[in-house]
T-cell receptor, first 116, second 112 residues
Framework: GAVVSQHPSRVICKSGTSVKIECRSL??????MFWYRQFPKQSLMLMAT?????????EQGVEKDKFLINHASLTLSTLTVTSAHPEDSSFYIC????????????FGSGTRLTVV | DAKTTQPTSMDCAEGRAANLPCNHS???????VYWYRQIHSQGPQYIIH???NNETNEMASLIITEDRKSSTLILPHATLRDTAVYYC?????????????FGGGTRLMVKP
């Protein structure tokens, strides 16, 4: 079945630094990838939709200059949290979709970001 | 995509069947019902999906009412490892541009 690899699984960074999270589709081409954020005891909230070769579409309230998304190939999307602050600490999850993927969407294992 | 309503939490005894309901009264004719679950600190995992017929796979069964306004996910013999948050989502299948919208889900606690 379709597999999405996400790493790192957890990262601790200092306030003001940037962190890059990678999301790879291992056995299929992902024309569209989605980035979600999840705070403790809450549901997943969509941050942005990433389309290969074009600019990402951000949800209302998500700062595009802070959460940089790059989807340069059909198998890789990256999310960079720039100038991270403690309030950016969260669980970030990517999801990939491709035409013909019978499961609809496949999710990465998530990245636990802690900003200190 | 149609909105879904699920109970906030449920308990189930280990070895018993877990029946998780979902209401989706505004579902459209071309929308499928998808179920995912999320075990603590992991990404969501696909369980099953269906359009109008009941479906069964190695993980679960999906029962969809004839009017398609509600469905039930059945875990036939729940184990402790089935403790997770279960999300019911309705959406058009194979529309790669549409995101999945997550509601609150049902927190299933399987107890020994």
């Amino acid at each position: 079945g379709a597999v999405v690899s996400q790493h790192p699984s957890r990262v601790i960074c200092k306030s003001g630094t940037s962190v890059k999270i990678e999301c790879r589709s291992l056995d299929f081409q992902a024309t569209t990838m989605f980035w979600y954020r999840q705070f403790p005891k809450q549901s997943l909230m969509l941050m942005a939709t990433s389309n290969e070769g074009s600019k990402a579409t951000y949800e209302q309230g998500v700062e595009k200059d802070k959460f940089l998304i790059n989807h340069a190939s059909l198998t890789l999307s990256t999310l960079t949290v720039t100038s991270a602050h403690p309030e950016d600490s969260s669980f970030y999850i990517c999801s990939a979709s491709a035409p013909g993927n019978n499961y609809g969407y496949t999710f990465g294992s998530g990245t636990r970001l802690t900003v200190v | 995509d149609a909105k879904t309503t699920q109970p906030t939490s449920m308990d189930c005894a280990e070895g018993r069947a877990a029946n998780l309901p979902c209401n989706h009264s505004t579902i459209s004719g071309n929308e499928y019902v998808y179920w995912y679950r999320q075990i603590h600190s992991q990404g969501p995992q696909y369980i099953i999906h269906g359009l109008k017929n009941n479906e069964t796979n190695e993980m679960a069964s999906l029962i969809i009412t004839e009017d398609r306004k509600s469905s039930t996910l059945i875990l036939p013999h729940a184990t402790l490892r089935d403790t997770a948050v279960y999300y019911c989502i309705v959406r058009v299948r194979n529309n790669a541009g549409n995101m999945l919208t997550f509601g609150g889900g049902t927190r299933l606690m399987v107890k020994p």
